[in-house]
């Protein structure tokens, strides 16, 4: 029986195949560790937010389950009474009431399913008879007690287990006046940061590009901030804009003439929120000062040389070439500074003390970590995070990256 002829070039293209293959494995095996940790760190949160935002999710109430509690002492203070004063179940009976005794003594939050489950399992003349007897005077979990004197559903009190309350969350944030407050706060420090730093970027950056003495101290000083400390930066600020502060005595100073008084800048609502924005400024400039920069360094001498033989003025060569010639920079400036602003945080919660001005992300915290709402805080993360999204893809459509 003869054998195929299999041609010489069908033989080298299943090689180089094989040879692809081998290579795509290889690349997944060195690549799979990122992408573990890209799932663990970034997915995996942004799920669980989504889980939380339709639930009543509290922190607090997660560690209740864990807490070490003494049952006779805390049936003593129930009833009122000593356990070696009672004789019998019949003394006390009509004093214990379970659901106060578990939500307010033992210190369980019950949702309604615990409630029903409560009510028909839970067994009474068992923990009774044996405070009478004397065998609770010992120290154990939440839950080990609540599984313990629970005839059925005894799973219901071993954990914490968030209740679904579906869209309540979302329907919650319009009639929230804080929600409101805070969005305007939000994008009006938006507004006003972002172009104002941005432009001034620019003419830093303009101005660093200069072939003049000294011009390396002075990229320096103003990219200095950026690697400061937001605590540090917002503690000098807070010296400056205190009643004694340098910024009252200057303005006293030129206007003290005509009536002006000091202002607590940071403690006034009328001011506050300008006055973080100056901070914001001061610290962010310098550091997109330097993409600026490196946009400059590409733009071709020549062109410059060209406007300078056709007569144009340096003002002239800065609106029809520089800026022009940075639109890719300008846009990437753009996009992460409305990103940071519209998640500005450290400088609020370092320096406001009014509700007055706050912004979404620290209201968003208030939410999660002091109010212990993590449902509801993760349904303003969901909407600061589809926010972000808008404006960032309005962005990328409206403003071209290309001249």
Request: contains cysteine; aromatic residues 16%.
């Amino acid at each position: 029986m003869m054998r195929a002829h299999i041609p010489h070039h069908y033989l080298k293209r299943g090689e180089k195949m094989k040879t692809k293959t081998r290579e795509a494995i290889f690349g997944y095996i060195f690549a799979s560790p990122v992408i573990i940790i890209v799932l663990l760190f970034t997915i995996y949160p942004i799920i669980m937010v989504f889980y939380y935002s339709f639930t009543n999710y509290n922190p607090l109430e997660t560690q209740k389950f864990k807490y070490p509690i003494n049952p006779q002492e805390l049936l003593e203070f129930h009833v009122g009474m000593f356990q070696d004063e009672v004789e019998s179940v019949d003394k006390i009976i009509d004093y214990f009431d379970p659901f106060s005794f578990i939500q307010y003594d033992v210190g369980l939050n019950l949702n309604e399913e615990q409630k029903k489950a409560v009510a028909e399992y839970f067994e009474v003349d068992k923990l009774l008879e044996d405070f009478v007897e004397g065998k609770l005077n010992e120290t154990m979990t939440t839950s080990e007690f609540m599984t313990k004197y629970m005839a059925k559903q005894k799973n219901l009190f071993k954990r914490y287990t968030p209740e679904i309350v579906g869209f309540d969350n979302f329907k919650r944030l319009f009639k929230d006046e804080y929600v409101r407050i805070s969005l305007v706060n939000t994008l009006l420090y938006t507004v006003i940061v972002v172009p104002v730093q941005t432009f001034l970027a620019v003419l830093l950056a303009v101005a660093a590009n200069l072939k003049v003495k000294g011009v390396k101290l002075y990229k320096v000083v103003f990219f200095l901030p950026a690697i400061t400390s937001s605590a540090a930066i917002s503690m000098i600020f807070w010296l400056i804009y205190s009643k004694p502060g340098i910024l009252n005595r200057i303005l006293v100073t030129l206007l003290g003439g005509f009536g002006f008084q000091p202002i607590d800048w940071l403690n006034n609502p009328n001011t506050a929120l300008f006055a973080i924005m100056l901070m914001n400024i001061w610290s962010t400039a310098g550091y997109f000062m330097v993409t600026f920069l490196a946009g400059l360094q590409d733009i071709p001498l020549s062109l410059y040389e060209a406007a300078e033989i056709d007569g144009a003025s340096s003002v002239q060569k800065f609106w029809k070439i520089t800026l022009p010639l940075l639109r890719p920079q300008i846009l990437f400036v753009i996009v992460m500074g409305t990103i940071g602003c519209m998640q500005v945080f450290d400088q609020i919660y370092f320096l406001i003390n009014n509700m007055r001005n706050i912004t979404l992300s620290f209201y968003i915290y208030k939410n999660a970590f002091e109010y212990g709402n993590m449902g509801y805080a993760s349904s303003l993360a969901i909407i600061l995070f589809g926010i972000i999204m808008l404006i960032t893809f309005l962005q990328r459509r409206y403003i071209p990256e290309e001249y």
